[in-house]
């Protein structure tokens, strides 16, 4: 089967993950050199410190994707037959490479600057992959997505976007980001399903500006507020099935977070209950 994981080293195989890899990176960072930077002026290399800007949201999103990342790395060698150590080498750090490449071209651009907050969330993404392959040998925490539409992107489209899918990557109103736990694993002799998780999200809520400093003078009376979250989840790819198609659907779908009941705690001190939180 075409989807099957190759017991051994498959050459065709590799090398097409090489080749297709390499290929879609490369152009992506040329696509963003000639569509996106060409936009704004050059600089000299140079670094910002963004630290303190939107909550971190932005931090997460780079940890998010770099995990992800590297998680497609690691299993698309792992299709290919390519040895644990070297999926986890050249696959696993697959979203801290492209990512920082990435941050190169902010640091050649006069708009933004090589930042090192992001290189570190790009670096903490890919190490949680990692990390986990090399303690246990799976993955018992994941880091998922989930996002509603905001009230707020609206009110300043040009940083939060002006259509859904910019908000989907710039509304962080919008967006939360989880870790979420797999029970059965960290528990293996319990009778709780294996598909069962618990959830932690993190969100805010009220940012127009990535600055307090900026919000304020634009807009004043916006509150701004950190929200943890506390929620079930699914991990789909603990689902039991035949089907090798099904099995890799569920892996791509488990970037997901399930809608379940949700528990909200915001920085302000109120706890607010969601029959259902997405």
């Known amino acids: 089967m075409f989807f099957t994981p190759s017991d051994t080293l498959h050459v065709k195989r590799k090398n097409a993950v090489i080749l297709t890899e390499s290929t879609l990176g ?31 949201m932005d931090k997460l999103g780079h940890t998010f994707t770099a ?16 040895s644990k150590k070297n999926q986890l080498i050249y696959g696993g750090s697959l979203g801290f490479m492209f990512l920082t490449g990435v941050e190169v071209l902010d640091g050649f651009s006069e708009e933004w600057g090589f930042s090192w907050g992001d290189f570190f969330a790009n670096a ?3 190490s949680l992959y990692i990390g986990q392959e090399l303690l246990w040998d799976e993955q018992r925490v994941t880091l998922k997505y989930s996002f509603s539409k905001s009230k707020y992107a609206n009110l300043n489209p040009n940083k939060l976007g002006s259509s ?24 293996k002799s319990s009778k709780i399903p294996k598909w069962l998780n618990v959830a932690v999200g993190y969100s805010a809520d009220g940012l127009l500006y990535g600055s307090k400093e900026l919000q304020q003078n634009f807009f004043p009376d916006q509150k701004r507020q950190r929200q943890i979250l506390l929620s079930l989840d699914l991990d789909l790819t603990k689902v039991e099935t035949n089907s090798t198609f099904l ?3 569920f892996n791509v779908v488990n970037v997901i977070k399930i809608p379940f009941p949700t528990l909200q705690f915001n920085s302000n001190g109120h706890v607010t209950g969601h029959l259902v939180y997405f």
């Open 124 to 126: 903490t993404g890919s």
């Open 247 to 249: 099995k890799q659907f």
């Open 26 to 56: 490369g152009l992506t960072l040329l696509g963003l050199n000639q569509l996106w930077y060409s936009d704004y002026e050059r600089s000299k290399f140079h670094t910002i410190n963004d630290n303190s800007e939107w909550f971190q």
């Open 164 to 187: 859904f899918t910019e908000q989907l990557l710039k509304d962080y109103n919008g967006q939360t980001y989880w870790l979420s736990i797999n029970l059965y694993s960290f528990f």
């Open 67 to 82: 995990y992800h990342l590297g998680r497609f790395g690691a299993q698309t060698l792992n299709w290919a037959g390519v």
